[in-house]
Structures are given as structure tokens and as C-alpha cells.
């Protein structure tokens, strides 16, 4: 196998002073979770594409290796090799499922395919506890998924553990700093597995576990300004967790040399708009241009039903307006530039002219997704702020790209953003564009459902309910019912409860609300949205539907 993917920069600028270990991807389903766990110990992990090379490797000063698992055989034509120069980089190597068979194969154990794999949870049992297995008992649950097992430890590496059908599920040779676990210590399932990791991380490899996304805002400021120094900075804000995130740790870095822009295409929730403006404009202080561009997206987005051209002419006129802004922007201060048509755009604050910079809310799940991967996973399409005009460049400012998602909110938090904005969820850019189904978008109805949603949303947050749904939100088919209010007759819309539970949006299971939730929601939309006399919901997990309806 040739490396021929560029491996991902490194999301932590050089001079960054934590202790790091880089965990080697071979394909794993849960190899991003291995990454998560080893920084949930308090260490900095990234995760790299197997075929990196351990130059690129070495080049992290790692204090330790960890090979992830992975869905091939060892044997296996097409196989992910080791690379045998990792071993000589003088760092501790922790192999876990493929990645210690790997190990066990290269070093002269004996590795070979079982009668039958084991997957799902097994039982361990730990006959010796060397290092990484100390403090541990004897006997405990562990979720394996593997057919390949090892007979055999490497030469000098003494079997630790023996499963339910491994005849070694765990090895460690303390000389040479090798450890290997057939089983899975990420998955929640193996209760010991994160007190594995952990040994594995402060006692073998000496680690300081010190590491958090909160303590991380204010190295991060630092890097901020080391990279903008009095250069002007520029940032698409949506009211979204990851732009503002992104938008006030950059702000707090570099105060009034950024620029905030906001565009309100009409198709947000009730109050969004001013929340944001509110927010950043009047709270945090941030120069902000907001572009009023409600009337412009109604006319582009009239007489259209198809969902995709729907999506596509909210997408391209909003890059269009963003990149209508970046110009003025990006113009020497003093000139105004070309004002764009049909909005209206309010400046709080003093936005300044001659931006070189570009904040993007890149996560490091984007990161690793656009680092040449080891094509273990679909990707999404993202949505962010794309396209710019040819003729402006900028550099980007990535403040988020080191983190997880659920790190960014903890970011969040430790810089002051409300919980409110914090845990939003998740909102799609062409916004209540795509949740009016059916029929073409008109301001009657972006009214009515977000007025709907704004009651599901009171209901759902008296409930205690919001952080534990993925979304929640209404759509509005084009539909009327026949139904009955003060002894009259009236014909009116079907609004659809949409709510659901995920962790990451690829899969999605209907959240089953307690029926006086869902009583009292109906009732309060019949009664106080005229237009409306049904309510639904929407019982279909994902798949086979999508979150969204379009
Ligand atoms: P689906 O409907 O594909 O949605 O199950 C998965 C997640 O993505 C969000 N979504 C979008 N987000 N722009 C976005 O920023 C979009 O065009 C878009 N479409 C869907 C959706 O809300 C859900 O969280």
C-alpha cells in the first residue's frame, strides 16, 4: 500500500505545549472514538490515516502510538500493513483489535483466523495484570468484534488475558513497550476499557493528563493573535454552536479587528435574528453587519417546490451575499464598495475595510474527513460558507480544528457563551425553506410554522426535554384538513412534530415524547396559530427517513 493521500496538518499550531499521542487509523468503526477517549483522559490525540509514514509521525513528537482496529484480515491481499519504522520511534505502541494482531504478526507471534469470531460482548479473564492491566479484576465484560485471533504473544511479550474464544486477548512486552487488546476499551461496553487506556497513557507512556477543550481557549487566543497580528478578520455568523464558538474566541483574541457577518435569509426561527444581533451586536460587543436579505430569498425562492432547488438557490444566493459583504470588506477602509441589491444592511459597531483573514468553524471530525482517511466512512456533504470570489483571497483562521463537537461546547462555555446558544440544535442553513413541504415557500407560511416551533420549542424546553433530543422542530405540508373549532367548520394546515434522538445525525431514532407533552403542544398550535386545526407526528427512525422531510 503507497501513501497517497497529504495527511492532515496538524490541528495544533507548532509551539502548542501538551503532551500528544497519535492514534493510527486502519479503518475502525470506532477509531475517531479511540481518539475521543485518549483526550477524555486528559491527553491531546489525533487521529491519522494508517499510510502517513512515520516521519509524519514522528513529527508529532508523540509520547505514544495507538493502532486502531479495523475490518480486514491480516492476511488479507489488500491488508493494511504495519509500518515496521513506528516501532523504531521509540514511543510506547498500544495495538488494539486488528491493530494487535498486526503487532503480534510482525514481532512473531502467531496470528490466524478462529473457527468462530467473537462479537459482541465476551468475558475476560485476566491472568496476569503486568502494567497495563493493574487495579483491575480478574474477571470482567469486554466487547470484542473479530474473527483473526492470537494464539501466540510476540516474542518476549507475556499474555496477559484470555476471552471467551481468544486464547490471548491481551499481551504486553514491558521491555520493549508493546502492548496489544484484542477487545474494544472505547466502547462503553468494556467498563475497564477507559482505566486501560488510561494506565496505558500516564504509566507507560508518562503522559501529564492535564489536556482539556476548556483549557484550551486561552492557548488558543494566543495562536489567534500570533497568526492575525493587527491584520482584519472576517467570519460568517449563523446563530449556530461551531460559528459562535469560533466568532468569540477569535473576538476575544483580537477584539475590534473582526467583523461579524450575519445574513438573514427570512428562513430562521422566531426571535433568531435578534437573538443574534442582540447577542454579539449588543452583548459581546462585536462589529456586526447584518444583512436583511429576507425579501430577496422570497423572490428567488418563489414558484419553486423541488427540495433540491429549493436548497440549491438558498445556497448559492447566500454565498453570493456573503461574498457581496467579503468585498466591502476586504476593500482598503474608507471605500464602501458596491452596495448589494434588494437588502438592507444595518452596522453596529465599526467594521474596518482591508480583512485579509477568513474565520471558518472547521471541527476536526471535518479534518479528519478531508485528510485522506482510510475510506472507513461515508461522508456528508457540509454546508458551510463555501465558495468565494476569485478575485479576494483569504487566509483561513481555524480555531476549532483540533476539536470534537462536544468539545467546542465546552469551549463555549468557558468563554462565556449563554448554555442557551451553547447546546442549540442542530439548525439546516436553508432553514424553515425546507420544512415547507410540498407547496412553494410564502411568508404566510414561514409564519405559521415558525410559530409552531417556537410552541414545540417552549413545550419541549419546559419539559426538560431539549438536550436530550437531537431536534426538534414542525414541518408544514402543503395539506388542509376539514376540522371543526366553536361549533364551525374550518379548513386549515397540518403541522408534523418532528423529534428525534442521535449522536450524530447519521442515524436517528423518533424520541418518544410523553403523550401530555405531545397533549398540550397540539393544543396550544390549534388554539393559538388560526391557520392551523391538525396536528401529527412523525414516527419514522432514520433510516429509512431523514431527519429533514426535504
Ligand atoms: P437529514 O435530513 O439528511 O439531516 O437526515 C441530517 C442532519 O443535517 C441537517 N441538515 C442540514 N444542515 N444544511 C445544514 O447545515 C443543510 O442543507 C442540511 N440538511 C440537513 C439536519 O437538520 C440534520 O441535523
Redesign the pocket.
Known amino acids: 500500500m503507497t501513501a497517497s493521500a497529504t495527511p492532515p496538518p496538524n490541528p495544533l499550531p507548532s509551539g502548542a505545549d501538551v503532551d500528544e499521542v497519535v492514534v493510527l487509523d486502519f479503518g475502525g468503526q470506532y477509531s475517531q472514538l479511540i481518539a475521543r477517549r485518549v483526550r477524555e483522559c486528559g491527553v491531546f490525540s489525533e487521529l491519522l490515516p494508517h499510510h502517513v509514514g512515520a516521519d509524519e509521525v514522528r513529527r508529532r513528537n508523540p509520547k505514544g502510538i495507538i493502532l486502531s482496529g479495523g475490518p480486514a484480515s491480516v492476511y488479507a491481499p489488500e491488508a493494511p500493513p504495519l509500518d515496521p519504522a513506528l516501532l523504531e520511534i521509540g514511543v510506547p505502541v498500544l495495538g488494539i483489535c486488528y491493530g494487535m494482531q498486526l503487532l503480534a504478526k510482525e514481532l512473531g507471534g502467531r496470528v490466524e483466523s478462529a473457527e468462530v469470531g467473537e462479537y459482541g460482548r465476551s468475558q475476560l479473564t485476566v491472568h496476569e495484570h503486568g502494567t497495563l492491566l493493574k487495579g483491575q479484576p480478574d474477571e470482567q465484560p469486554a466487547w470484542m468484534s473479530h474473527r483473526d485471533t492470537v494464539y501466540t504473544p510476540p516474542e518476549g511479550a507475556v499474555a496477559l488475558a484470555s476471552s471467551t474464544s481468544s486464547p490471548v486477548a491481551a499481551f504486553e512486552s514491558a521491555e520493549r513497550r508493546l502492548y496489544g487488546i484484542q477487545y474494544h476499551p472505547e466502547v462503553v461496553h468494556t467498563p475497564y476499557g477507559q482505566q486501560t487506556l488510561q494506565t496505558f497513557l500516564r504509566d507507560v507512556c508518562g503522559c501529564d493528563l492535564n489536556w482539556s477543550a476548556a483549557n484550551i481557549a486561552e492557548e488558543q487566543i494566543r495562536l489567534i493573535r500570533e497568526q492575525v497580528g493587527d491584520g482584519k478578520v472576517i467570519c460568517a455568523l449563523s446563530g449556530?454552536v461551531d460559528s459562535s464558538v469560533a466568532a468569540l474566541l477569535v473576538h476575544q483574541a483580537i477584539g475590534d479587528q473582526l467583523t461579524c457577518v450575519f445574513v438573514d435569509h427570512g428562513l430562521l426561527r422566531k426571535n433568531e435574528g435578534e437573538q443574534v444581533k442582540k447577542m454579539f451586536g449588543e452583548h459581546f460587543k462585536v462589529p456586526l453587519v447584518v444583512v436583511d436579505a429576507k425579501d430577496r430569498f422570497l423572490d428567488r425562492l418563489s414558484g419553486l417546490t423541488d427540495p433540491e432547488a429549493k436548497?440549491k438557490t438558498i445556497?448559492t444566493e447566500f454565498i453570493r451575499i456573503f461574498e457581496e459583504e467579503a468585498l466591502k470588506l476586504a476593500a482598503p477602509a474608507g471605500d464602501p464598495g458596491e452596495a448589494p441589491a434588494d437588502t438592507d444592511v444595518e452596522v453596529s459597531g465599526e467594521p474596518s475595510g482591508g480583512a485579509r483573514f477568513l474565520v471558518q468553524g472547521t471541527l476536526y471530525s471535518d479534518v479528519i474527513e478531508s485528510g485522506g482517511g482510510t475510506g472507513a466512512a461515508t461522508i456528508?456533504s457540509?454546508?458551510?460558507v463555501g465558495g468565494l470570489p476569485d478575485d479576494i483571497e483569504f487566509e483561513l483562521v481555524e480555531p476549532l480544528r483540533a476539536l470534537f463537537k462536544d468539545e467546542v461546547r465546552a469551549v463555549g462555555t468557558e468563554i462565556g457563551l449563554p448554555e442557551r446558544m451553547v447546546w442549540r440544535?442542530?439548525?439546516?442553513?436553508?432553514g424553515l425553506a425546507?420544512r415547507i413541504v410540498g407547496g412553494v415557500v410564502t411568508e404566510e407560511k414561514l409564519d405559521i410554522l415558525r410559530e409552531c416551533d417556537a410552541i414545540l420549542q417552549e413545550e419541549v424546553r419546559a419539559a426538560g426535554l431539549y438536550r436530550e433530543l437531537?431536534?426538534s422542530?414542525c414541518v408544514l405540508p402543503d395539506v388542509r384538513t376539514v376540522g371543526v373549532q366553536g361549533d364551525e367548520r374550518t379548513y386549515g394546515y397540518v403541522v408534523a412534530v418532528r423529534a428525534v434522538t442521535?449522536d450524530d445525525?447519521?442515524t436517528?431514532d423518533w424520541a418518544r415524547l410523553p403523550y401530555d407533552l405531545l397533549d398540550q403542544v397540539a393544543t396550544r398550535m390549534v388554539g393559538e396559530v388560526r391557520q392551523v386545526n391538525r396536528v401529527v407526528l412523525d414516527i419514522t427512525s432514520?433510516p429509512p427517513?431523514?431527519?429533514?422531510?426535504?
Open positions: 449556530g436548497r445556497g456528508k457540509h454546508h458551510n440544535q442542530p439548525f439546516p442553513g436553508p425546507i437531537w431536534q422542530f442521535s445525525a447519521m436517528a432514520k427517513g431523514t431527519i429533514e422531510w426535504e
